[in-house]
């Protein structure tokens, strides 16, 4: 089925996401939506992060995709599971695909959640966590700053360092041996952040994780795409474009030509 794969994000940050998409699936086409206009959401509330997130599902919808992808942390904790309910069509998101793996690398059976306040203050990794694991201890901490200084591309400089520091600092103090990076921006900031919390703790990607979900459904449901042709990926977003096709072409493995503005109030 060439129908594409419906990728959203609150803006440029699940670009992190479809970039494993396209490495492990390199014969789907996708249409990419980011809320550049309205992100952030990691500090908006369960109601405006629903309701956002069904206005892109409901873009997604008029694009005919075969399935969504929701590459969000805060959108997959908050609206992934009504969303679900509402729709016909496959719906996944970050955070479960992320806790197997954390649940599966962790020896010590402490685990670190980092992520956007919403995410943290959501209690949705930890939950699923203890329903995979119950004898896990979580320790969590809302990163907010992350964002931002990933936004202006200070990957590896001394103000996210000496961030990430005091971020960091209480979370050594426990025996934790995997951290969940539980926001789509911190993968962008991965080797700092190891640096950080030292190289005995290993960093959770939810992305791969994700990625490898994805396919085991379309193959499961037969929905892969086997046509042999060059595949077709579309960029929307709900707010400047230019700074979007930079931050992307910094993160994709190929430069992107087009990216379209849409009113995503309207959907
Ligand atoms: N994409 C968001 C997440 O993964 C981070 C950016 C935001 O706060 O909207 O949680």
């Not at 942390?73 to 695909?97: D, Y």
């Not at 950080?196 to 379309?218: D, F, H, M, S, W």
Request: charge should be neutral; aromatic fraction near 8%; proline fraction near 5%.
């Amino acid at each position: 089925m060439d129908a594409p794969i419906g990728v959203f994000d609150s803006g440029i940050g699940g670009l992190t996401v479809l970039r494993e998409i396209m490495r492990q699936l390199p014969n789907e086409n996708t249409i990419y939506f980011g809320d550049t206009a309205r992100v952030p959401y990691g500090s908006k509330s369960k109601k405006t992060v629903l309701k956002y997130s069904r206005q892109i599902v409901r873009f997604l919808l008029t694009k005919k995709v075969k399935a969504i992808v929701v590459a969000c942390n805060t959108a997959s904790a908050l609206a992934l599971e009504e969303i679900n309910k509402e729709i016909h069509i496959p719906i996944i998101g970050v955070v479960e695909p992320g806790v197997l793996m954390a649940a599966e690398m962790t020896e010590t059976n402490n685990i670190g959640i980092i992520g956007t306040s919403s995410t943290i203050k959501s209690g949705m990794y930890n939950e699923f966590l203890r329903k995979v694991k119950p004898e896990i201890t979580v320790v969590s901490k809302a990163c907010p700053l992350f964002v931002p200084l990933v936004e202006e591309g200070l990957w590896d400089d001394r103000i996210t360092e000496d961030i990430a520091a005091r971020y960091l600092c209480e979370m050594k103090e426990y025996d934790i041996d995997a951290l969940v990076l539980g926001c789509t921006h911190y993968p962008l900031i991965k080797r700092l952040i190891g640096r950080e919390i030292g190289e005995r703790v290993k960093l959770v990607n939810p992305a791969y994780a994700t990625t490898q979900k994805l396919k085991e459904l379309l193959e499961h449901k037969n929905l892969c795409n086997q046509k042999n042709e060059k595949p077709v990926h579309d960029y929307y977003v709900s707010d400047g474009p230019e700074k979007f096709v930079t931050f992307a072409d910094g993160v994709l493995p190929f430069t992107v030509s087009e990216t379209k503005v849409i009113d995503i109030e309207s959907y």
